[in-house]
Nanobody, 124 residues
Framework: QVQLVESGGGLVQAGGSLRLSCAASGVTFSMYAMGWFRQAPGKEREVVARINWSGTRTNYGNSVKGRFTISRDNAKNTVYLQMNVLKPEDTVVYYC?????????????????WGQGTQVTVSS
């Protein structure tokens, strides 16, 4: 079982940036695809970004393309989400997740391990 701990959330003004981090433990990190997701109250969980085991393949949700970048450092067992040009509609809880495998396009339901979430609030 992968243990995931997110950090880096907070309050930022519109147009600003934040970097989220997710530290993994308990497994061989490089054997896991990773993802960032977000979920607003009463809404379905939304794919923000996903990355394959090596970091060579990524994909993004349409609402964040061109503004967010996912990356990973397997030596540090950490995945990152750099968020730029933040908008008020990005205000939500962000979750890090892991799934065993080498691809970059697993469905949210494929991810078996989830962090506790970190709140991002963007003020207008």
């Amino acid at each position: 079982q992968v243990q995931l701990v997110e950090s880096g959330g907070g309050l930022v003004q519109a147009g600003g940036s934040l970097r989220l981090s997710c530290a993994a433990s308990g497994v061989t990190f490089s054997m896991y695809a990773m993802g960032w997701f977000r979920q607003a109250p009463g809404k379905e969980r939304e794919v923000v970004a996903r990355i394959n085991w090596s970091g060579t393949r990524t994909n993004y949700g349409n609402s964040v393309k061109g503004r967010f970048t996912i990356s990973r450092d397997n030596a540090k067992n950490t995945v990152y989400l750099q968020m730029n040009v933040l908008k008020p509609e990005d205000t939500v809880v962000y979750y890090c997740a892991a799934t065993y495998g080498y691809l970059s396009d697993y469905l949210p339901s494929d991810f078996r391990s989830w962090g506790q979430g970190t709140q991002v609030t963007v003020s207008s």
